[in-house]
């Protein structure tokens, strides 16, 4: 079974690096609201990094609750089934990643690696950095092929420090 499981990692993993988008979960007005937002895996932070404007929906969302989820889907393929494709659901804190914050150079360093185009957008002074911390992800591989990974396993997983992670 721990052969699985660390299968199932790797592939999350591989998840996490094939996809640039993901689908942000918020409180917006006592409600849920979702968007999409273009996210980086800044590892030795072992956090997700956004890039969000002022005028968006969700960057209020995420100062007045910083409780949020990401999901990170695979591509449908042609003659599947939608319920095979691969997803991961994190539960996150968002926290605002200012300048002055030790976090800052790696967020935006892993950022723009990531989406290099978006450098003239730090320029921008509605634009700011977020960084989300995963409690938690509940990985989907497909078909009978669920799990749960909390921390700190979760967190040495985004990090990098397993033996062979991708």
């Known amino acids: 079974m721990r052969a699985d499981q660390d299968l199932a990692q790797q592939d999350l993993l591989a ?6 988008v993901a689908a942000l979960g918020t409180l917006h007005k006592s409600e849920p609201f979702v968007s999409m937002v273009p996210f980086a895996l800044a590892r ?45 659901t994190f539960q996150c804190r968002a926290m605002p990643c200012a300048e002055h914050d030790d976090a800052y150079a790696e967020a935006r360093s892993a950022y723009l690696r990531r989406f290099p185009q978006s450098e003239a ?8 950095l977020f960084t989300l911390e995963a409690r938690y992800v509940r990985y989907v591989g497909g078909f009978a092929q669920a799990q749960t990974i909390m921390q700190p396993r979760l967190q040495s997983l985004l990090a990098g ?6």
């Open 121 to 128: 957008l730090f320029d921008f002074a509605d634009f700011s």
């Open 44 to 88: 030795p932070l072992a956090r997700f990094v956004v890039h969000v404007s002022t005028l968006a929906t969700h960057t209020k969302d995420m100062l007045d609750h910083p409780a949020t989820s990401l999901m990170i889907m695979a591509p449908p393929q042609h003659g599947s089934s939608p319920l095979e494709l691969a997803r991961a």
């Open 15 to 20: 998840l996490i690096h094939a996809q640039p």
């Open 161 to 166: 420090d397993d033996a062979g992670a991708a």
